[in-house]
């Protein structure tokens, strides 16, 4: 027998075991089990299919009532669901600027260099899109030197009221006359080997000067009865219905703050001490309902470090003005 006669010899005998396989599967005596055998009804028009085990006998389950509205097909879920947009749900009502409205004479204010455009820039979209998109605000813009084209002109564009832009004269970020350069530098050199926050920083003390003396003092700011203050990169999460604003002026509010925190006692060592002073030299200034209890335990003899977080409040201009 030559190689060619086995192979198919090969595949005849697959042949007759396949063809006998099958026959012996379709021919077996094993009983093929009913659906009734195994508890299971079919359901006609109006029924459910109920199931229950082998060998037991269930009458037919009760005619379902249809529902009295038609199911409707279930919608197709996108994959990616997107974050809710962090907006409050009710439109303004009763502040919200419209014709006629009357517009407090006020203006937010930022001190900013040129190389913060981009912060302040996500900062101003957040305000005019939370609030000032309703009532067009002013904004000024200061800065210890001149503004680039370029950070007036995305400025301009982002803010809906009218923009300013504003040098601070160099007396105002600088030191003053009567004070020992000498000295103050080796205090900054102190204050780094304590690391102190902004312990060696010269112009965040420049800056701190400013805004606690003369930024209200701005020719831009003096136009203004009322300010409120934003920091670059700033966020504020809910829409602001009512017109701040105007809420101080109508109850005669001076002054609004966010937060407060105690602040680093290293960085205030003289403070309280100048503060008392000032008690004592000019007590007319004090009111008699003051809060003193906010900031001392001890009817003034101590201070407990509390200060406003600045980085975001409202005042009224002319207090900060006030010949005292």
Excluded at 17 to 41: E, M, R
Excluded at 75 to 97: F, R, W
Excluded at 121 to 135: C, H, L
Aim: aromatic share 14%; charged share 20%; hydrophobic share 30%.
């Amino acid at each position: 027998m030559n190689v060619t006669q086995g192979k198919y010899l090969r595949y005849i005998l697959f042949a007759i075991l396949g063809l006998a396989i099958i026959h012996f599967i379709t021919s077996s005596s094993l009983p093929i089990p009913k659906a009734s055998d195994l508890g299971l009804s079919y359901p006609k028009s109006g029924q459910q299919a109920v199931s229950s085990p082998a060998g037991e006998d269930k009458a037919p389950a009760p005619p379902v009532t249809p529902p009295s509205t038609p199911l409707q097909p279930p919608t197709q879920q996108s994959p990616k669901q997107d974050a809710p947009n962090p907006v409050t749900p009710n439109p303004p009502t009763g502040n919200a600027a419209g014709p006629g409205y009357e517009k407090v004479n006020a203006t937010f204010v930022t001190l900013a260099r040129n190389s913060d455009l981009w912060e302040i820039a996500k900062s101003i979209r957040q305000v005019e899109d939370r609030f000032n998109k309703n009532y067009h605000y002013d904004w000024v813009f200061l800065n210890d030197a001149e503004f680039s084209d370029e950070f007036k002109k995305f400025t301009s564009r982002l803010v809906s009221g009218k923009t300013h832009y504003g040098l601070i004269p160099k007396e105002h970020w600088s030191y003053p006359s009567w004070i020992d350069q000498n000295k103050a530098a080796e205090t900054r050199r102190v204050m780094k080997q304590k690391e102190i926050i902004y312990g060696d920083s010269e112009s965040y003390r420049h800056m701190c000067r400013y805004e606690s003396g003369f930024f209200f003092r701005h020719e831009l700011m003096m136009q203004y009865d009322y300010y409120w203050r934003v920091e670059p990169s700033i966020e504020y999460f809910c829409d602001i219905h009512i017109d701040p604003f105007k809420f101080m002026k109508d109850n005669n509010k001076k002054y609004s703050f966010v937060i407060s925190l105690p602040e680093y006692p290293g960085t205030i060592e003289t403070l309280w001490k100048s503060t008392r002073k000032f008690i004592e030299q000019y007590p007319e200034h004090i009111a008699k309902d003051n809060n003193l209890e906010f900031i001392s335990a001890d009817g003034g003899k101590t201070y407990n470090n509390c200060h406003f977080v600045s980085y975001m409040h409202l005042t009224r201009c002319c207090d900060l003005a006030a010949p005292c």
